[in-house]
């Protein structure tokens, strides 16, 4: 099939790649000439792993191509809309401008017949919103397939995804039972788009557009419910002398439970977790449906104040001032396996104590060129050797594979106190404490603060 995709970033540019290695001709169009120049030279304009080894195949076989101009997705029977839907600067509600403005651009290149599908993550009502856009072509066929990708795995969620989820007017009895031709159409062009994953046994759930527009939002919200709930949870271990990392492990024995994202920390950021939760507040005070957004207010509060108690047992660490210490900070990406600062909670948290009189050093394998111009009162460093030198205090807050593998004695030489703050409780604690640090996490336990400095073996 030809098929065009509208929006070449994180998930643009993954999924345009990914059809190109089913065998699908496809154009990526985005406004932007720079990203679209350094696509089109196989370099992703991110750092997603998997995806510039994809980009360069599909150009290669030259099933993959890119273009600034929607004219480009001209001969496409599918075209997929995954734009940008960020927070809006007003209100927690997702700003939906970038969607309007594809589709209407979109619409004089459409063919008859054509299917135009979103995938971007939006909020109840956004497809009766497009109708409108699309109704001068009645001939246009209107359906919904979200999207389930991680950062730092979208190559493998694209091409082994849990499940598909098809959008259709009508639902499953219109597709099915009724089999009404606008639910079989776009039922039909999925099916072919997606016949590698679907041969291979990739479940596929037929649903109606509510159903379809919600289903993101909602598992993340579910997501968001159950980190929020555990840092909750290791904050009342510190308070009763309680080990969160073997609570977790007990409550993730339990099937109902399960294990998966039940790990204390920092909390999550990114430029898609936080906005969906808010948009799904948003959504649900519209709706009248209070419960739900009371409790995203919550998992949102809990989720925030991880990073004030970081910063709070940093002082703690510190002797109860951070003015004028010496501090490094592991991380700045807001997860490993990405450059994305979008939201990130260990730059938020390195910005806080700098702005207690911190003098603070990050570093990242990936993020440090994204980082230095937003964060000018931060000081970045690409070594992670260079930026322990000297450091009063460590604060592991991205946990990056290298971080975890760090040695404890090499790093003791470079610093210049042992004490490190493990914000995600990512480090084998007692594998350091052996070779003379103090190690704090989130809901592992308190320090003796009083007897920290004459303790910690100083360099």
């Given at each position: 099939?030809?098929?065009?995709?509208?929006?070449?970033?994180?998930?643009?540019?993954?999924h345009?790649?990914?059809l190109?290695?089913?065998?699908h001709?496809?154009v990526?169009?985005?406004?932007?000439?720079?990203?679209v120049?350094?696509?089109?030279?196989?370099?992703?304009p991110?750092?997603?792993p998997?995806?510039?080894?994809l980009?360069?195949d599909?150009?290669?076989?030259g099933?993959?191509t890119?273009?600034?101009?929607?004219?480009a997705?001209?001969?496409?029977?599918v075209?997929?809309l995954?734009?940008?839907?960020?927070?809006?600067?007003?209100?927690?509600?997702a700003?939906?401008?970038?969607?309007?403005?594809?589709?209407?651009?979109?619409l004089?290149?459409?063919?008859?017949g054509?299917?135009?599908?979103?995938?971007?993550?939006?909020?109840?009502?956004?497809v009766d919103?497009?109708?409108?856009?699309?109704?001068a072509?009645p001939?246009?066929?209107?359906?919904?397939?979200?999207?389930?990708l991680?950062?730092?795995?979208?190559?493998?969620d694209s091409?082994?995804?849990d499940?598909l989820?098809?959008?259709?007017?009508?639902g499953?009895?219109a597709a099915?039972?009724?089999?009404?031709?606008?639910?079989?159409g776009?039922?039909a062009a999925l099916?072919?788009?997606?016949?590698?994953l679907?041969?291979?046994?990739?479940?596929?759930?037929?649903?109606?557009?509510?159903?379809?527009?919600l289903?993101?939002?909602?598992?993340?919200?579910?997501?968001?419910?159950?980190?929020?709930f555990?840092?909750?949870?290791a904050?009342l271990?510190?308070?009763?002398?309680?080990d969160?990392?073997?609570?977790?492990?007990?409550?993730?024995?339990?099937?109902?439970i399960?294990g998966?994202?039940?790990?204390?920390?920092?909390?999550?950021?990114?430029?898609?977790?936080?906005k969906?939760?808010?948009?799904?507040?948003?959504?649900?005070?519209?709706?009248?449906?209070?419960?739900v957004d009371?409790?995203?207010?919550l998992?949102d509060s809990?989720?925030?104040?991880?990073?004030?108690?970081?910063?709070?047992?940093?002082?703690e660490?510190?002797?109860?001032?951070?003015?004028?210490r010496?501090l490094?900070?592991l991380?700045?990406?807001?997860k490993?396996?990405?450059d994305?600062?979008?939201?990130?909670?260990a730059?938020?948290?390195?910005?806080?104590?700098?702005?207690?009189?911190?003098?603070?050093?990050?570093?990242?394998?990936?993020?440090v060129?994204?980082?230095?111009r937003?964060?000018?009162r931060?000081r970045?460093?690409a070594?992670?050797?260079?930026?322990?030198?000297?450091?009063?205090?460590?604060?592991?807050?991205?946990?990056?594979?290298e971080?975890?593998?760090?040695?404890?004695a090499?790093?003791?030489?470079?610093?210049?106190?042992?004490?490190?703050?493990d914000?995600r409780?990512?480090?084998?604690?007692?594998?350091?404490?052996?070779?003379?640090?103090?190690?704090?996490?989130?809901?592992?336990?308190?320090?003796?603060?009083?007897?920290?400095e004459?303790?910690?073996?100083?360099?």
């Amino acid at each position: 099939m030809k098929v065009s995709v509208i929006g070449c970033g994180y998930l643009g540019a993954v999924h345009a790649a990914t059809l190109a290695s089913m065998g699908h001709t496809v154009v990526g169009i985005d406004v932007d000439p720079g990203k679209v120049e350094q696509l089109a030279r196989g370099a992703a304009p991110f750092h997603e792993p998997g995806l510039d080894e994809l980009l360069q195949d599909g150009l290669a076989t030259g099933r993959l191509t890119f273009a600034t101009t929607p004219a480009a997705a001209k001969g496409a029977q599918v075209h997929f809309l995954c734009v940008g839907t960020p927070q809006h600067k007003t209100s927690d509600a997702a700003d939906l401008t970038y969607l309007v403005s594809a589709a209407e651009a979109l619409l004089p290149h459409l063919a008859a017949g054509a299917v135009v599908v979103g995938k971007s993550t939006v909020p109840v009502g956004t497809v009766d919103m497009l109708r409108g856009v699309l109704a001068a072509r009645p001939d246009v066929l209107l359906g919904w397939n979200p999207e389930f990708l991680r950062q730092g795995t979208a190559v493998k969620d694209s091409l082994v995804p849990d499940r598909l989820v098809y959008g259709v007017d009508g639902g499953r009895a219109a597709a099915f039972n009724l089999r009404t031709e606008a639910a079989l159409g776009v039922t039909a062009a999925l099916d072919a788009v997606y016949e590698p994953l679907l041969a291979a046994g990739i479940p596929r759930l037929v649903c109606n557009f509510a159903t379809a527009e919600l289903i993101k939002s909602a598992a993340n919200a579910y997501l968001a419910t159950k980190v929020s709930f555990i840092n909750a949870m290791a904050e009342l271990c510190d308070a009763s002398g309680a080990d969160v990392a073997e609570l977790s492990e007990a409550m993730g024995m339990d099937p109902r439970i399960g294990g998966r994202y039940l790990h204390a920390g920092l909390g999550f950021g990114g430029g898609c977790l936080p906005k969906d939760i808010r948009s799904f507040r948003s959504q649900a005070s519209a709706l009248g449906v209070a419960a739900v957004d009371d409790w995203m207010r919550l998992v949102d509060s809990v989720n925030l104040g991880q990073r004030e108690r970081t910063v709070s047992l940093a002082a703690e660490l510190c002797g109860g001032s951070l003015a004028g210490r010496s501090l490094t900070v592991l991380g700045a990406s807001f997860k490993p396996d990405t450059d994305d600062i979008r939201d990130s909670p260990a730059l938020d948290v390195a910005d806080r104590l700098a702005a207690a009189g911190a003098h603070v050093t990050v570093t990242d394998p990936k993020a440090v060129n994204h980082a230095w111009r937003r964060y000018p009162r931060l000081r970045f460093e690409a070594s992670t050797e260079r930026a322990l030198e000297g450091a009063e205090l460590v604060l592991l807050l991205t946990e990056w594979d290298e971080y975890r593998g760090l040695s404890p004695a090499a790093t003791g030489g470079l610093v210049r106190r042992r004490v490190v703050l493990d914000a995600r409780n990512a480090l084998d604690a007692v594998a350091w404490q052996a070779a003379g640090w103090v190690v704090r996490g989130l809901g592992t336990g308190s320090c003796e603060v009083q007897a920290l400095e004459s303790s910690v073996p100083q360099r």
